[in-house]
């Protein structure tokens, strides 16, 4: 018979690398639905259907249901008129994946944190910790809808601003993913270890990250990569003439595509900055790994940014940009976390 683990210490190896798992599975997510985005997909499938949703259409007539659903749609009304068949099935693919991979993650997450949480392998203090990453990816579940729904009644694509927030939430269930198991695996090697503490230096290059991240959505939702295929130059200037701006003005830094894909270009310096102090600062302390992945993540996330405009935003380098921001907040996140452990 086996022995249930003392709560206290429970299986903290086993339950990292399950988290690991999970994270993984959420980078994926992140991939495919920036390529949703970038194919103009996600307004294919007009209904939430949690549980029946993931059977996809199985005859000419269930594909004929869809088309006909999405033919009401402000997209196809004020965009894709005319659309074939043909050509709907292949946006279709594209949302129904990113729908199916997000319930294949809930079911990764849910299923064994039961089981832990029977088996009492769970370490003390964790379980409100891995409860709550389970209540938010429910969450964004809702999200996703919420954004989706911003599409299906007066405008032919979904709002930049919900688009920001479901990426964030996200990056936001992956970087609670990456740390909390990176605790885990501490506790692992020391069952006296207590969980880090992010620093004040820390946070604040993670809120600089997640504004970067935010503008890359608001990037993407207004399309306004395409506005200046140049760099560092927007029309021969460092800020392009003959701007329409809008009012209140405000509403410039949100809305306005020219100023967001300027802001965007150039918030990304003071992030590298910040990033490099920070793993700058954990090699001083003779952390080497983490702050090592942060640099080349910064190397090659900058490299891909400026690929991406002068590419006149290739749907593959533009998709590998975001691919590579969510390692760029798993580096970040690795070495905010050795300072942390560190620190304690």
């Given at each position: 018979m086996v022995t249930p683990a003392h709560p206290l210490t429970g299986r903290p190896r086993a339950i990292a690398r399950w988290l690991l798992l999970v994270a993984l599975l959420v980078f994926v997510m992140v991939v495919i639905g920036g390529i949703t985005r970038l194919t103009e997909s996600g307004l294919s499938m007009t209904r939430w259907e949690p549980v029946t949703g993931i059977i996809p259409p199985l005859s000419a007539h269930d594909w004929q249901v869809e088309f006909d659903s999405y033919r009401a749609t402000p997209e196809y009304l004020k965009i894709n008129r005319g659309m074939t068949l043909a050509a709907f099935k292949a946006i279709f693919f594209w949302e129904y994946v990113h729908r199916v991979m997000g319930r294949l993650i809930g079911l990764a997450f849910a299923v064994p944190f039961v089981w832990f949480a029977a088996k009492r392998a769970i370490p003390r203090g964790y379980g409100w910790r891995l409860g709550a990453i389970l209540a938010l990816g429910g969450l964004q579940g809702a999200i996703g809808w919420w954004m989706v729904a911003s599409g299906l009644v007066d405008r032919p694509d979904v709002s930049h601003l919900r688009l920001a927030t479901h990426l964030l939430t996200a990056l936001l269930i992956f970087a609670a993913l990456v740390w909390t198991a990176l605790d885990l695996r501490a506790l692992a090697r020391a069952p006296e270890a207590r969980p880090a503490r992010l620093g004040g230096f820390a946070a604040l290059v993670l809120a600089l990250l997640a504004a970067q991240l935010a503008y890359g959505a608001f990037t993407a939702g207004l399309d306004a990569g395409y506005a200046y295929a140049e760099w560092p130059t927007m029309g021969g200037r460092l800020f392009p003439a003959g701007v329409a701006f809008l009012s209140p003005?405000?509403?410039?830094?949100?809305?306005?595509?020219?100023?967001?894909?300027?802001?965007?270009?150039?918030?990304?310096?003071?992030?590298?900055?910040?990033?490099v102090i920070l793993g700058a600062r954990a090699l001083r302390r003779g952390f080497r790994a983490a702050p090592i992945a942060l640099f080349a993540a910064l190397v090659c996330q900058i490299s891909l940014g400026i690929a991406t405009l002068l590419s006149g935003v290739k749907i593959e380098i533009a998709v590998t940009h975001q691919a590579m921001a969510v390692l760029l907040l798993a580096s970040v996140v690795a070495t905010a976390h050795a300072l942390g452990e560190r620190a304690r």
């Open positions: 003005a405000w509403h410039n830094l949100i809305d306005q595509p020219i100023v967001v894909q300027f802001i965007h270009r150039w918030l990304a310096w003071i992030v590298a900055l910040a990033a």
